[in-house]
C-alpha cells in the first residue's frame, strides 16, 4: 500500500502514541471524541453495522492541534461548520473522499486538504486509512496573515482545499510538518519559546507556501512600501479605536493632510482610513464577544463600546467579515 512520504524520526506507528485519546469499537464514542476535538458531527458506518475500530491520538500547542487518527472502516463523517478553525489532512496510507462545497478532493499519499473554515463538508474515509491532522485556529492564521499584509483583513482567508504532497511545495510542508511531528511525540516538555516557534512555522509556511484568498497579495511587494505616515496611523487605529477618532484627527497626528492620507491609503492600502478604522473596531468586537459569556453582556452593549451607533449596518457589516451573526459569536 502507498504510504505517505512523511519523514519524521519517529516511526509513523509510534507518532504521537503517547498521546492516545481514543481507542474504541463504538461508533457513538468515536462520534463524541471527534465532537470534542473538532465540533458536532454525524458519524456513520457504511457497512450499516454501527462498529468501528477508532484510534485517536492528539496533542495541542499554542494555537495547533495536532493527531494520528483512524476508523477501521469505511465510514462518513458530516461535521458541523468549522466555525473557529481549518483543518489540514493529510493520509499516512488509504484514502478519502472530501466533498467541500462544490469541490470534491481524493485524498491519499499524494493528496492532502486544507478545509476552510464556515464551509460544509463530507468526509468519506475509506478502509484501512490512517491520516495526519492539523487543526489552526483561525485567529491565529488571521492574526499571521495581517502581520504580513500590515493591515487588517476584509474577508475570510479561503484556502485552496487540494494540498499536493508529491511537489516541491508539498516537499517543504512535509518537512516541516515531520519536524512538528517529532518534537511533539518525543518531548512531553516543551518550552514556550519552543512552542511559539512551532507554531509561527506552520502557520507562515501554510501561508506562504499554500494558494489561499490572499496568497496575491502577499507576494506582492506594495504594503512593505507604505510611507511612513500610513503606517504611523495605522498604529494610532490600532491605539485609539476605542475613542471617538476622525479624519482630521488621523492627518493630524501624521503630519499631513487628509487629501494626502486618503491617497496614501488607497493607494497602499486598497482602503480608506475610516474603513480601515472600521475593519479594526470589528475585530476588537469580536475579540470581546468570543471572551463573553452569554448573559454576562449584550451584543448591542458590546457594539456601542466600539463606536457602532446603527445596529443594522453593524450586523450586516460583521456577518460579511466574519460569516456569522455577532450573536451567534456570542452564544458560541
Same mark, same amino acid.
Given at each position: 500500500m502507498e504510504q505517505l512520504s512523511f519523514r519524521p524520526v519517529t516511526p509513523p506507528e509510534a507518532v504521537l502514541a503517547r498521546y492516545e485519546i481514543c481507542h474504541t469499537r463504538d461508533l457513538e464514542e468515536a462520534r463524541q471524541v471527534g465532537e470534542k476535538i473538532f465540533c458536532a458531527n454525524r458519524l456513520c458506518s457504511i457497512d450499516g453495522r454501527g462498529s468501528v475500530d477508532a484510534r485517536v491520538y492528539y496533542r495541542r500547542f499554542g494555537g495547533i492541534g495536532i493527531g494520528r487518527m483512524s476508523y477501521g472502516g469505511a465510514v462518513t463523517i458530516t461535521p458541523g461548520v468549522l466555525d473557529t478553525f481549518a483543518l489540514i489532512q493529510m493520509p499516512i496510507y488509504g484514502e478519502e473522499r472530501i466533498e467541500q462545497g462544490q469541490k470534491s478532493v481524493l485524498s491519499n499519499s499524494r493528496m492532502g486538504t486544507v478545509i476552510n473554515a464556515h464551509t460544509p463538508i463530507l468526509i468519506n474515509h475509506a478502509p484501512n486509512t490512517e491520516k495526519l491532522i492539523i487543526r489552526v485556529d483561525r485567529s491565529l492564521i488571521e492574526r499571521h496573515c495581517q502581520q504580513m499584509l500590515g493591515r487588517t483583513l476584509r474577508s475570510n482567508i479561503e484556502f485552496e482545499?487540494?494540498?499536493?504532497?508529491? /511537489?516541491? %511545495?508539498? %516537499?517543504?510542508?512535509?518537512?516541516?510538518?515531520?519536524?512538528? =511531528?517529532?518534537?511533539?511525540? $518525543?518531548?512531553? &516538555? $516543551?518550552?514556550? $519559546?519552543? /512552542? #511559539?516557534?512551532? &507554531?509561527?512555522?506552520?502557520?507562515?509556511?501554510?501561508?506562504?507556501?499554500?494558494?489561499?484568498? =490572499?496568497?496575491? &497579495?502577499?507576494?506582492?511587494?506594495? @504594503?512593505?512600501? #507604505?510611507? %511612513?505616515?500610513?503606517?504611523?496611523?495605522?498604529?494610532?487605529? *490600532?491605539?485609539?479605536?476605542? *475613542?471617538?477618532?476622525?479624519?482630521?484627527?488621523? #492627518? &493630524?497626528?501624521?503630519?499631513?493632510?487628509?487629501?494626502?492620507? +486618503?491617497?496614501? +491609503?488607497?493607494? =497602499?492600502?486598497?482602503?480608506?482610513?475610516?474603513? =480601515?478604522?472600521? *475593519?479594526?473596531?470589528?475585530?476588537?468586537?469580536?475579540? *470581546?464577544?468570543?471572551?463573553?459569556? @452569554?448573559?454576562?453582556?449584550?451584543?448591542? %452593549?458590546? #457594539?456601542?463600546?466600539?463606536? +457602532?451607533s446603527h445596529l443594522g449596518h453593524f450586523t450586516t457589516d460583521y456577518k460579511r467579515r466574519f460569516g456569522e451573526s455577532p450573536s451567534e459569536t456570542l452564544a458560541r
Open positions: 482545499s487540494s494540498l499536493p504532497l508529491d /511537489t516541491e %511545495a508539498g %516537499a517543504r510542508w512535509l518537512r516541516m510538518v515531520g519536524w512538528v =511531528y517529532d518534537s511533539l511525540s $518525543l518531548d512531553d &516538555e $516543551l518550552s514556550p $519559546l519552543l /512552542t #511559539a516557534q512551532m &507554531e509561527a512555522g506552520l502557520v507562515n509556511l501554510l501561508l506562504t507556501n499554500h494558494p489561499h484568498s =490572499y496568497s496575491s &497579495e502577499l507576494c506582492s511587494d506594495g @504594503p512593505s512600501l #507604505a510611507p %511612513a505616515f500610513v503606517k504611523r496611523v495605522e498604529r494610532y487605529i *490600532e491605539d485609539h479605536a476605542h *475613542e471617538p477618532i476622525s479624519i482630521v484627527d488621523m #492627518a &493630524e497626528h501624521a503630519g499631513v493632510s487628509s487629501r494626502s492620507l +486618503f491617497t496614501g +491609503f488607497r493607494r =497602499y492600502r486598497n482602503t480608506s482610513p475610516m474603513l =480601515y478604522l472600521k *475593519e479594526v473596531r470589528l475585530r476588537h468586537v469580536n475579540e *470581546e464577544l468570543q471572551r463573553l459569556c @452569554p448573559g454576562s453582556d449584550t451584543v448591542t %452593549a458590546v #457594539a456601542f463600546r466600539w463606536g +457602532f
